[in-house]
């Protein structure tokens, strides 16, 4: 199994900046990539951002491009999306995910095989 926790969530101001970190442990070298997931209330849980492990290849939801940037520290099993710009409309839950080495692509909810707990960011007007 692949154990991910999330940090870094909290209450911002719209413009503001946030980064968040998502630390992975077990058998992370079952995972191929880690993406970033995010779910407002009373919404379906929603693709942001993805990153591959070996590459760094990256991929970006269009809600979030040009404001979000994905990064990884292998060395640290570690993720980071950092926010920029941030809106109202980004307030969510955040999670982070590990997908294994299968064919489904990275903004697929069932690519994914571990999730975290989630971290809270909420962005007021």
């Known amino acids: 199994q692949v154990q991910l926790v999330e940090s870094g969530g909290g209450l911002v101001q719209a413009g503001g900046s946030l980064t968040l970190s998502c630390a992975a442990s077990?058998?992370?070298?079952?995972?191929?990539?880690l993406g970033w997931f995010r779910q407002a209330p009373g919404k379906e849980r929603e693709f942001a951002a993805a990153?591959?492990?070996?590459?760094?290849?990256?991929d970006y939801a269009d809600s979030v491009k040009g404001r979000f940037t994905i990064s990884r520290d292998n060395a640290k099993n570690t993720v980071y999306l950092q926010m920029n710009n941030l809106k109202p409309e980004d307030t969510a839950v955040y999670y982070c995910?590990?997908?294994?080495?299968?064919?489904?692509?990275?903004?697929?909810?069932?690519?994914?095989?571990?999730w975290g707990q989630g971290t809270q960011v909420t962005v007021s007007s």
């Open positions: 077990g058998r992370t070298f079952s995972s191929y990539a």
């Open positions: 995910a590990s997908k294994g080495p299968n064919l489904r692509g990275l903004r697929y909810i069932s690519s994914y095989d571990y």
């Open positions: 990153i591959r492990w070996n590459s760094g290849s990256t």
